[in-house]
């Protein structure tokens, strides 16, 4: 029987992880965004309801769109595609928010097409509309969400994403404090050139959390979650920063740091009784302060978007 609307999760990711910056990310499994995408006898692309938050019903200004529309101006189906938008990750939260809506919706086009393209090729559609968002191609949040799991960017130009194994105990707990932090704004505190003793430092602890992802050594994942290069400059950006890396690091907490571009932070922990155990000392923090927030606790989904029967 002939599939002519599919209901998607489309999940949060955790893209500039510590050593990784720009480079490596790895997906959620608690946090997403719901999309539904419906294929109609007319041509063209629509998005016929969003939810959560206000967002773009015009296809060339929501990234949603611009994937979609990408994707369907190179295949040229004969048939269209409703968008329906149900957003749970709030824009601008560090985790992904646009990319769950950029990935969302070439996936589910791609499933009623009958899977055509592959999971390089949907990215690179994805692409598009990340660009739209952050004004630069990348695609460390959108890997993830494609492919489940840790990725690796190799490269833009070609693309090319290498997948990474997840040790089956490691949990992430992300908090996102309610404050807004621009991408453009954190990219500008960043410094052109940098020292090469930091370059080694940065490489080699990124090449050993490759290392350890492979092993399961979670020692070594601990030891490696260290970035030497991007985070002391926009630590600043996020209040109470290394109060609180201090203080989940002595509940147990691996690693922690900024997740994307702020204002989120991540850690990973060992077990979910770590996890959460972070989680409760990420809300004493926070909870001192006048500052809105929200905390979630989430298994590495390695699985990347599902498909909602």
Known sequence: ????????????????????????????????????????????????????????????????????????????????????????????????????????????????????????????????????????????????????????????????????????????????????IKTSDARALLPQKVPLRDSITQWANLGSLVHALHTSDYDLIALSLNDVIVEPHRKSLIPDFDTLKEKVIKAGALGCGISGSGPSIYTLSQGIKVAEKVEDAMFMIYESTSIPFDTHVSKINTEGIKIIK
Do not use: W
Not at 48 to 57: A, N, Q
Not at 109 to 118: E, F, I, Q, S
């Open 1 to 180: 029987m002939e599939l002519n609307e599919i209901r998607l999760f489309s999940p949060a990711t955790v893209a500039n992880v510590s050593c990784g910056f720009d480079v490596l990310g790895f997906c959620l499994d608690t946090v997403g965004d719901e999309m539904v995408i419906r294929k109609t006898d007319e041509r063209g692309i629509r998005i016929t309801k969003i939810t959560g938050y206000d967002l773009p019903y015009k296809v060339t200004e929501n990234v949603a769109g611009i994937s979609a529309l990408a994707m369907y101006n190179t295949l040229k189906p004969e048939c269209g595609f409703e968008i329906e938008i149900h957003k749970k990750i709030k824009p601008g939260s560090g985790i992904g928010s646009s990319s769950a809506s950029a990935a969302g919706s070439v996936f589910g086009m791609n499933v009623l097409l009958g899977d055509p393209l592959n999971k390089t090729e949907l990215t690179s559609f994805a692409m598009k509309g990340e660009a739209f968002a952050s004004k630069a191609e990348h695609a460390d949040n959108l890997a993830p969400a494609i492919f489940g799991g840790f990725t690796i960017v190799k490269s833009i130009h070609p693309l090319h994403i290498i997948e990474l194994p997840t040790p089956k105990d490691l949990y992430a707990t992300i908090i996102h404090p309610q404050i807004e």
